[in-house]
């Protein structure tokens, strides 16, 4: 936890506020969000801005310099300037990684004439070094070099400048080295973070770097809805409106659902909602921004909460005019169940939950055979079967029961009087008698048809194992491919699984 200052709500005066790890500023256009990532700069000496008004040139060959200069330059150049002010420091950036490597080399030629032994264990990563770790984590297609002075990318057996790049790379490396160039226990206040980024980048990036500098703390400043709901964040401050050096805002629950009042504030008419289920800054959030990119994709938690919250915005007087749909998972609902969440603008998945989407025959095929190991698809099919006939005993009396829970709800919501309480207590156990079967596919069924049936949230994680990952490793890979040459050939897979939403 660190005490950040900021400008109190409706008076100006300064309080200390707690944040954790990040924390999002979000509001419309002209509500004053640029000028208070300023004055947070101003109020904290251990601060970095990086202003949404950035040129993206840059030299392929990066000059000399020598580290004080270098860093000193980069750091006081765009220090306390106006919000307003474009950042056109790209090129000094690169010089400063150069410098921050000729640094490094040079403390351990002093290091070895002076008698110590120095190897690849206790000679220190550079900042550049880690630069090209983050960049091949993010852009794992296009590689990047940094040496001999000059910036360049491959694009398989091609190599060019950097100055080729997309708009998306060249801010992406940008981006990753101001963050890792910054001073120790910085606070990092990033200036529209999304601006040029595809939207199942930006999430990726901003975690990967959060990651790498666990010291700081990020303050991301946005009117961009899709970043400010799927990142995962300790504070969410909303700023209403700015006049005579005041700002007033509030502070959000940043797990709750946001507020319907924001909506109609940053939304507008510009794109359709869809809620769906899931966490904040969770992966499986991002392949439903990939897909359904011409939507704002808002995660709710539970299937419940994005039933509430796509019929609460129906009835909104004010968005008679906006579509709002929801997603959820399939999850052993009747075909009763599904067709009635679809009347209401509820839509299902075609799998028993998101997840089994990273383990459908097509995805492991595509990913073996980028690994260049084609022979584990089958083994890891057979390993998902060994696991779905462990597990089936209990799948099914899980099934039943949420499907048992789900039903009483439902149908002791329609109880308004005595007799319609009568009523439920004749009729709900038969009812209850035919829903409490489920029927589940056979353990040398399709894939797919298992996929269909089997709720495991930590499949993906028994399985990787086959292909040498940990933690996140697999869907890691899954979603990069959503950034090359893969794409398209990723979101035909997904449309076989995923409804098609008006």
Request: hydrophobic share 35%; net charge negative.
């Amino acid at each position: 936890m660190k005490n950040i200052q900021i400008p109190n709500t409706g008076d100006g005066s300064q309080i200390n506020l707690g944040v954790e790890k990040s924390m999002i500023i979000i509001g419309s256009n002209g509500a004053g969000k640029s000028r208070l990532g300023s004055k947070i700069e101003q109020l904290n000496a251990s601060s970095k801005r990086i202003s949404s008004q950035r040129y993206l040139q840059l030299n392929e060959i990066v000059q000399k310099q020598d580290y004080e200069t270098a860093v000193s330059t980069l750091n006081n150049n765009y220090k306390n300037q106006p919000s307003i002010q474009p950042q056109n420091d790209y090129q000094q950036v690169l010089i400063s990684l150069f410098a921050q490597e000729s640094r490094r080399n040079e403390d351990g030629i002093k290091a070895i004439q002076a008698g110590t032994v120095v190897n690849q264990e206790n000679l220190p990563l550079s900042i550049k070094e880690k630069v090209l770790d983050v960049w091949n984590f993010i852009f794992p297609y296009r590689p990047l070099k940094l040496d001999r002075d000059r910036v360049r990318v491959t694009d398989d057996s091609s190599e060019f400048s950097a100055i080729e790049m997309s708009d998306g790379e060249k801010v992406g490396l940008y981006l990753i080295s101001q963050i890792l160039l910054a001073a120790d226990s910085s606070i990092l206040i990033i200036d529209e973070p999304e601006l040029h980024l595809h939207k199942a980048l930006m999430v990726r990036l901003w975690n990967k770097l959060e990651e790498s500098r666990s010291d700081c703390i990020f303050i991301y400043i946005t009117h961009d809805l899709d970043f400010a709901v799927t990142k995962s964040s300790s504070k969410l401050l909303w700023i209403k409106n700015y006049k005579n050096n005041i700002w007033n805002w509030i502070e959000l629950d940043s797990n709750k659902v946001i507020p319907e009042n924001l909506f109609l504030e940053i939304l507008g008419s510009r794109k359709p909602i869809l809620f769906v289920e899931g966490d904040r800054g969770s992966l499986d959030i991002q392949i439903y921004q990939a897909y359904y990119e011409n939507f704002t994709v808002i995660p709710c938690g539970s299937c419940e909460k994005v039933i509430e919250a796509v019929k609460g915005l129906k009835a909104h007087p004010h968005l008679h005019d906006k579509n709002v749909y929801g997603l959820i998972d399939k999850d052993f609902r009747t075909n009763e169940q599904l067709a009635s969440l679809k009347a209401d603008g509820v839509f299902c998945i075609d799998l028993n939950e998101v997840e089994n989407l990273f383990l459908v025959p097509e995805v492991i095929e595509i990913t073996c055979t980028h690994l260049g190991k084609i022979d584990k698809k089958e083994e890891i099919i057979a390993e998902i079967r060994k696991i779905y006939t462990r597990d089936k005993e209990k799948v099914a009396f899980t099934a039943s029961k949420n499907r048992m829970h789900r039903h009483l709800g439902e149908k002791f919501g329609t109880v308004k009087s005595n007799d319609d309480y009568d009523n439920f207590k004749k009729d709900i156990f038969s009812e209850l008698d035919q829903l409490v079967t489920i029927v589940l596919p056979d353990i040398d069924a399709e894939l797919v048809e298992i996929l269909r049936a089997y709720p495991h949230k930590g499949l993906v994680y028994e399985i990787q194992g086959k292909l040498e990952f940990s933690k996140n490793g697999y869907k890691n890979l899954v979603l990069s491919f959503l950034l090359s040459e893969k794409r398209k050939e990723l979101i035909e897979i997904f449309k076989l699984y995923l409804p098609e939403i008006p």
